[in-house]
């Protein structure tokens, strides 16, 4: 046996898959940069909120890893990862991207989702639960439901995007001109060439067809570096290092399908645009149970989607981050304080301990 070629094959391995997971980084930061920047951009040039479009077009982005893995599961095999999927993703959603969203900056909460939209996930989260309790599947006619359900959310969306952009430009009575030290500033010729691509690019943000297109351009960027981390990840943990593939399946796979929606809230909070950051979390929970759900039972047809002990463990928890969501932000502020977040960390760890002990019991007996 030639050792010294299985050696070299084994280092090549690894620089590869650590090249890949650098590479599938930076293009989750830069594309997250982007797709930030156009989604608040077209929710400015549309007069719409923030949150609206967060909960919209940035979680049906986000979402794309989740609705990628359920068709290919469900059409290939048995369906059995689709609803801990879902569900283990609205998890993290929830205690991690949002916890760290939190953390980092004071999360407002407007009114119409304090009183609509997170009622409205708490509903649908103790509906998704009921439903797989009492048949331990879904059948086609309940992922019916489900995608009827997310159609008359989106449809109160767009609703409520045009009332607001009525009433915005019913507002709007003057028009801002800058002072002369902002056109001087402004009219400066950049002495770097960074500084002229960095001048450009701002400059090109006033017009909706760039951002239109870095949002899409940001959109790949954060699902291809998605899967990049994820499969690079999954490789040196399974192949390389040796680790239980059930343990990479409840961390590496949960955490890389999470990372579009991490990476984009977490840019969005840096940023200022926390309606994008809470309305990202909060859309695309409703997304992955409504439409990923509802997708995920009508292609399984009348054989169901499974629903196992671990799935309504799981979205028993899910509905109580649902809750945690909704009852942290009706102090004063009206919003996701920094308590409230560290709150919801310590939860996830937690929640990954008993995971953790539970499959421990398991491979015990």
């Known amino acids: 046996m030639n050792y010294d070629l ?27 940069d982007f797709f930030v920047d156009g989604a608040s951009g077209i929710a400015k040039k549309l007069k719409v909120s923030t949150f609206i479009i967060g909960a919209t077009v940035v979680a049906l982005g986000t979402s794309a890893p989740e609705l990628a893995v359920t068709i290919v599961d469900a059409l290939g095999s048995t369906g059995e990862l689709i609803v801990g999927n879902i569900l283990g993703s609205n998890v993290l959603n929830i205690f991690l991207i949002l916890g760290i969203s939190a953390a980092i900056c004071k999360l407002p909460v407007e009114r119409t989702t304090r009183f609509i939209d997170l009622p409205f996930l708490i509903f649908i989260s103790a509906l998704f639960v009921l439903m797989g309790a009492l048949g331990n599947s879904f059948v086609w006619w309940e992922g019916l439901i489900l995608i009827v359900l997310y159609a008359a959310f989106m449809a ?7 009332k607001q952009s009525k009433v915005l430009l ?48 940001g959109l790949i960027m954060v699902v291809g570096g998605a899967t990049l ?7 040196v943990s399974v192949n390389l290092i040796g680790i239980d593939p ?6 590496v796979v949960a955490f890389g399908t999470s990372l579009p929606e991490l990476v984009t809230s977490v840019s969005a909070a840096k940023k200022g645009d926390v309606g994008i950051a809470t309305g990202n979390i909060i859309g695309s929970n409703i997304a992955n149970i409504l439409l990923i759900g509802g997708v995920g039972a009508l292609c399984k047809g009348a054989d169901g989607l499974p629903f196992t002990t671990e799935g ?9 981050a649902a809750v ?25 760890v937690l929640y990954y301990i008993f995971i ?10």
Request: aromatic share 10%; proline share 1%.
């Open 156 to 162: 109160y969306n767009i609703v409520l995007a045009k």
């Open 356 to 365: 953790f002990l539970n499959l421990y019991v398991i491979h015990l007996y």
């Open 324 to 348: 945690l969501i909704f009852s942290s932000c009706w102090g004063k502020t009206k919003s996701i304080g920094r308590i409230a977040g560290i709150i919801m960390l310590v939860c996830l």
């Open 6 to 32: 299985i050696l070299d094959n084994v280092a090549a391995t690894w620089i590869v898959n650590i090249i890949l997971l650098l590479i599938g980084f930076v293009l989750l930061v830069k594309g997250a």
């Open 170 to 217: 019913e507002e709007a009575t003057a028009v801002a001109v800058p002072f002369d030290g902002e056109n001087a500033a402004a009219n400066a010729t950049p002495q770097s060439w960074w500084a002229k691509v960095t001048a450009k690019y701002e400059e090109l943000k006033d017009k909706i067809w760039f951002l239109i297109v870095i949002t899409v351009v």
């Open 246 to 251: 059930e343990i990479v399946a409840l961390t």
């Open 229 to 235: 981390v994820v499969n690079s990840a999954r490789t």
């Open 312 to 320: 309504l463990v799981c979205g028993l928890v899910s509905l109580f």
